[in-house]
């Protein structure tokens, strides 16, 4: 039987009281190690976060938080070696993807150190300038934004188990509020892992930071008042957390990150074979095959001009022909495994659900799996899907309604600019859309226009072509978040994501008294 991870609650470590629920290796099918949540004393443990991790934190500067992310950047990235192991075994990654998840949280927690250090030794943050409240102007308001006095609770999805803890955990830490992660189960060695290193090096206050792997009942319910929580998953779970006591009862502040159908649209005016063409190419079978699909920020639809649709589709499939599948550590594979038997079981059936209203373009179950055996690993190939007509596309509801989380995509042909910016709109709000053309004015304008049903808007033009960071990928000075169905929340964008964990409240006094806020 394999190792039963311990979860670190209350300053200590634990095991819970059952067996445990098995981790495995989703391309060997081998059991790896086991987690369990059975018996914990949440309330305590969460009592501990805020009385112990919450005073600690908060008696220390945003400069001396800032210092501690940046010693627990150093133990993460000494540790590297053994990460990359681990996502190979539990995540079934290739090399180039578990960058994007272990050095891409890395590199989040060392931005958001460099950016707390700029906020100096200070304990609370003025918002905006004082307001006179009478013709005299003695008497003033300032707005100010403390910490808040509760804990943050992560309850994360598996696909970014290294970066969906850090991009969450750096700014509540540096905000001064301790971190109760809960890592999605199929994933979760890697979070414990990094978890039990920084916490063992002594680098956090107890109490900072605490994970607790397993089952999530119970974890809402722990909550107070003064406590937020943060959640990634899907749209059903989302609802259940909303709509939970803590948080209609006791005003649980909530960050949800939900279900996103995100797109790439190719402007009017490129040539088959264009700069602009091939980056949109390119783009979209990156996106469809890195982490396998399995990110909630992968291209699902594709949007380009009627009359380039089977160029399109072409040099898209040419693209994703040469992507080869199977056991990541074979050096020759691009493209690993899903994550689960259940992860491959819904990819599949998504599939189906799509292909009743598309055409296959390329076929992924056409891919030969390197290094694998087809019955036991969870590898599937991508697949690019289509419709053929723009009027067949306005009655295809299911490609905008349905969000495939593997190597799927969508490409749909349109007629004119509100055209595609009416289909792009059926997604009911994204987490992120990327332009393609050579015009910089089109490309602005477009841009706005789909600003208001995005997070973020990713627009790739030939001059930067070598400098932009891509579609799909997640950089802290950048929001990350969506409207409408994904979830209507917000991560991330540099020290925006600071206000999640503080609290606003004016101060009504003396401009004397102000001046020592100042």
């Known amino acids: 039987m394999s190792e039963l991870l311990q979860n670190y609650l209350g300053g200590r470590w634990t095991s819970g009281s059952g067996a445990g629920t098995a981790l495995f290796d989703p391309v060997l099918g081998t059991e790896v190690a086991r987690v369990d949540a059975t018996g914990m004393d949440l309330r305590a443990g969460f009592a501990f976060a805020r009385q112990t991790g919450g005073a600690a934190l908060r008696a220390m500067t945003y400069r001396e938080r800032a210092a501690m992310l940046a010693a627990a950047v150093k133990v993460l990235q000494a540790k590297r070696d053994d990460y990359y192991a681990i996502a190979t075994a539990n995540s079934g990654t290739v090399k180039n993807d578990s960058a994007v998840d272990i050095d891409g949280g890395i590199y989040t927690l060392s931005t958001y150190a460099k950016l707390g250090d700029g906020l100096g030794d200070r304990r609370f943050l003025l918002d905006g300038e004082p307001a006179r409240l009478a013709k005299d102007p003695l008497f003033q308001s300032q707005h100010v934004l ?81 406590d937020v929580v943060s959640f990634t998953g899907s749209a059903e779970t989302a609802a259940l957390i909303r709509s939970h006591t803590a948080v209609t009862q006791r005003s649980v502040r909530v960050n949800i990150e939900a279900d996103s159908v995100n797109s790439a649209l190719l402007l009017e005016g490129e040539a088959p074979g264009s700069e602009a063409f091939e980056l949109l190419a390119k783009e979209v079978a990156r996106e469809m095959t890195q982490k396998s699909g399995q990110k909630c920020t992968a291209i699902r639809r594709v949007f380009v001009p009627e009359v380039l649709y089977a160029q399109a589709a072409e040099a898209i499939s040419a693209r994703l022909a040469k992507t080869t599948v199977g056991n990541p550590r074979n050096e020759s594979v691009r493209m690993g495994a899903l994550v689960s038997h259940a992860q491959l079981n819904a990819v599949r059936e998504g599939l189906v659900h799509l292909q009743a209203q598309a055409e296959t373009l390329h076929d992924g179950a056409k891919h030969a799996l390197v290094d694998v055996d087809p019955a036991v690993a969870c590898c599937v190939g991508p697949t690019l899907l289509g419709t053929r007509h723009a009027a067949g596309s306005d009655a295809s509801d299911r490609i905008h309604d349905t969000e495939v989380f593997g190597p799927v995509a969508t490409l749909v042909p349109y007629r004119d600019r509100n055209h595609a910016l009416q289909l792009i709109a059926r997604g009911q709000g994204s987490l992120v ?33 070598a400098l932009h960071t891509g579609h799909g990928n997640v950089m802290p000075q950048s929001l990350h978040g969506g409207p409408g169905r994904a979830g209507g929340g917000e991560e991330l964008g540099g020290l925006r994501a600071l206000s999640f964990y503080h609290r606003r409240a004016a101060v009504q006094a003396s401009t004397d008294t102000l001046a020592h806020l100042a």
Not at 153 to 170: H, Q, V, Y
Not at 201 to 226: I, Q, R
Not at 439 to 459: F, N, T, W, Y
Request: glycine letters at 8%.
């Open 146 to 226: 403390v910490p808040s006095r509760g804990l943050a609770l992560f309850i994360n999805a598996f696909n970014f188990p290294s970066w969906g803890l850090w991009e969450k955990a750096a700014p509540a830490l540096l905000s001064g509020v301790p971190v109760v992660i809960k890592p999605a189960t199929a994933t979760a060695w890697l979070t414990q892992r990094m978890v039990q290193d920084v916490v063992n090096a002594g680098v956090l206050p107890a109490g900072a930071l605490s994970v607790v792997c397993g089952s999530s009942a119970g974890l809402m319910d722990a909550l107070e008042p003064f």
């Open 433 to 465: 859309a990327s332009l393609y053309g050579s015009d910089s004015k089109a490309l602005a304008d477009a841009a706005i226009e789909l600003a208001p049903l995005h997070g973020r808007v990713h627009v790739i033009s030939p001059d930067v072509a």
